[in-house]
């Protein structure tokens, strides 16, 4: 080891030894984890001996860690948001690309096909009307020749033996055929 480089390495030791504890201290208030206060000093040390011949000597050298430990904590904070965005774009692209199994459909396909088989043959029409033609209750009315208001009561008990049909079979709520039983805006009552 050269002398200079000896020397230099006396410094580091000594600027380490002065204000470990205070850069440590700092580090703890402001992070959330012992684990980032530490990488946080370690990182503000990696930067002040790569920079010893620009650090000031005396208690400057105490300030100069500060503004170095301060920009380190701001660039960890914005890898960390950069890293949690691309998290979410990631998280949405795998949810927009994720394909349901199949056989789940199928399974509650024919689960409904049962218990509308086990209907009587007009709450099998309004509830095939409503959810598989995608008619609503005025346009059901049309089809069948009834009121409106006829259909949102006769569709609504519908329903009820429907889910009472599917017992445990149900699908999940939400999701039973979706089956509209109030009028819609332009239907009126």
């Given at each position: 080891?050269?002398?200079?480089?000896?020397?230099?390495?006396?410094?580091?030791?000594?600027?380490?030894?002065?204000?470990?504890?205070?850069?440590?201290?700092?580090?703890?208030?402001?992070?959330?984890?012992?684990?980032?206060?530490?990488?946080?000093?370690?990182?503000?040390?990696?930067?002040?001996?790569?920079?010893?011949?620009?650090?000031?000597?005396?208690?400057?050298?105490?300030l100069w860690l500060y503004?170095?430990?301060?920009?380190?904590?701001?660039?960890?904070?914005?890898?960390?948001?950069?890293?949690?965005?691309?998290?979410?774009?990631?998280?949405?692209?795998?949810?927009?690309?994720?394909?349901?199994?199949?056989?789940?459909?199928?399974?509650?396909?024919?689960?409904?096909?049962?218990?509308?088989?086990?209907?009587?043959?007009?709450d099998r029409e309004l509830?095939m009307l409503s959810a598989?033609?995608?008619?609503?209750?005025?346009?059901?009315?049309?089809?069948?020749?009834?009121?409106?208001?006829?259909?949102?009561?006769?569709?609504?008990?519908?329903?009820?033996?429907?889910?009472?049909?599917?017992?445990?079979?149900?699908?999940?709520?939400?999701?039973?055929?979706?089956?509209?039983?109030?009028?819609?805006?332009?239907?009126?009552?």
């Open positions: 080891m050269t002398t200079s480089e000896r020397v230099r390495e006396e410094r580091f030791r000594a600027l380490y030894s002065a204000h470990f504890d205070a850069l440590l201290a700092y580090a703890v208030r402001r992070t959330r984890h012992p684990d980032d206060a530490a990488d946080l000093v370690a990182e503000t040390f990696l930067v002040a001996w790569r920079r010893l011949d620009e650090l000031p000597t005396g208690d400057e050298s105490r503004v170095v430990a301060r920009h380190v904590r701001s660039n960890a904070e914005r890898s960390g948001r950069r890293r949690e965005r691309l998290g979410e774009r990631l998280r949405q692209q795998l949810t927009d690309a994720f394909v349901p199994d199949p056989a789940v459909r199928v399974t509650e396909h024919a689960a409904v096909r049962a218990a509308l088989q086990r209907l009587g043959p007009d509830l598989w033609e995608g008619l609503e209750p005025r346009e059901i009315a049309h089809v069948l020749e009834i009121s409106p208001t006829a259909v949102r009561t006769r569709l609504s008990r519908a329903r009820r033996r429907l889910r009472d049909a599917l017992g445990d079979a149900s699908p999940a709520p939400g999701h039973e055929m979706s089956v509209r039983t109030a009028p819609s805006p332009q239907e009126g009552r």
